[in-house]
């Protein structure tokens, strides 16, 4: 006579790993990489190695601090290292970039139990961290394109650039956010191989374009210049502080684009998005129990008033 084996859940598994999910996306942001090394110049390589290296030493250096297992071949303070990197411009010092790391995974990541624990995302944390620590350096207002000096996109006149520079970088801005080509080209990689899901992203792309409409503002100049594309496909999409259920995606992304607008357009401030997501990483948790689904066949619990009646 067989023996049946009864299992706790989940029984349905998924051989795909973190680090698989990981290496995914790196190879997803390669071509942008590619891009910001062609339209920024080699050194806006080197912030990349800087970052990348800073993250990666930072969480092999705690985890033998503080005798945890070490976790760094999972490759998320890689991907991490790399999504700041994106944020930054090319002209940044290289130790605001190793402090950006240490503030990203110690600080953000590790401090609050590692990966899966953290409460924000820590690549966007950071930024939001070095841009009020060091606005000169990480100012909007004046960034280095072609070896020239020059306003980007939000901080000049709109219009300022045509729909064709806007679409291919050829314009100045930190060294993953201005290609839009090539991050719409990693972003269908990750959606095809089902690494992300596109509710939130085109949720969020799609609230910020309606507002603008509404707003009497040039639509597309805006949806191609600053990290919009960036932040909703790639920082947005973070598995541990965005919502699980497609219904929770869809608010988060809502939000998301409503706040990137109020804070682009009538804020002191040519960007939004990095704060947008912060804020929605905060509410995540609320988000997750107000969508959360009923399991299959539960009953509602009843509260003492019905039961008394």
């Not at 973190?18 to 942001?29: D, E, G, N, R, S």
């Not at 956010?177 to 191989?193: K, N």
């Not at 401030?269 to 804020?279: D, F, K, M, N, R």
């Amino acid at each position: 006579m067989n023996k049946l084996t009864v299992l706790p859940s989940p029984q349905i598994r998924s051989y795909v790993s973190t680090q698989k999910i990981m290496l995914c996306v790196c190879l997803a942001l390669l071509p942008t990489v590619i891009a910001a090394a062609i339209l920024h110049g080699a050194r806006a390589l080197l912030v990349v190695l800087c970052c990348v290296i800073s993250a990666v030493m930072f969480e092999y250096i705690f985890s033998l601090v503080t005798k945890k297992e070490n976790t760094i071949s999972d490759l998320s303070a890689a991907v991490t290292g790399l999504l700041l990197a994106l944020n930054l411009p090319v002209t940044i010092p290289l130790w605001i970039c190793s402090l950006g790391s240490f503030i990203a995974v110690v600080i953000v990541k590790q401090f609050f139990g590692g990966l899966g624990k953290n409460f924000a995302n820590p690549a966007m944390t950071a930024r939001i961290v070095l841009m009020l620590s060091f606005a000169q350096y990480m100012s909007q207002d004046a960034f280095i394109f072609d070896g020239v000096s020059q306003a980007t996109p939000l901080s000049a006149p709109q219009g300022s650039f045509e729909t064709a520079e806007l679409f291919l970088g050829q314009t100045a801005g930190c060294i993953g956010e201005t290609c839009t080509l090539t991050l719409l080209i990693g972003a269908a990689t990750l959606i095809a191989l089902r690494i992300i899901s596109p509710v939130l992203p085109v949720a969020f792309i799609g609230t910020f374009a309606i507002c603008i409409a509404i707003s009497g503002n040039d639509v597309v100049y805006h949806l191609l210049s600053g990290g919009l594309v960036l932040g909703a496909f790639f920082m947005a999409t973070d598995y541990v502080t965005s919502p699980v259920t497609a219904k929770g995606k869809l608010i988060a992304g809502v939000f998301c684009g409503f706040i990137t607008f109020i804070i682009r357009i009538y804020a002191n401030s040519p960007e939004g998005v990095s704060y947008a997501i912060l804020l929605m990483n905060i509410l995540t948790p609320y988000i997750d129990d107000f969508t959360h689904t009923k399991p299959f066949g539960a009953i509602r619990k009843e509260r003492k008033g019905e039961a008394d009646a």
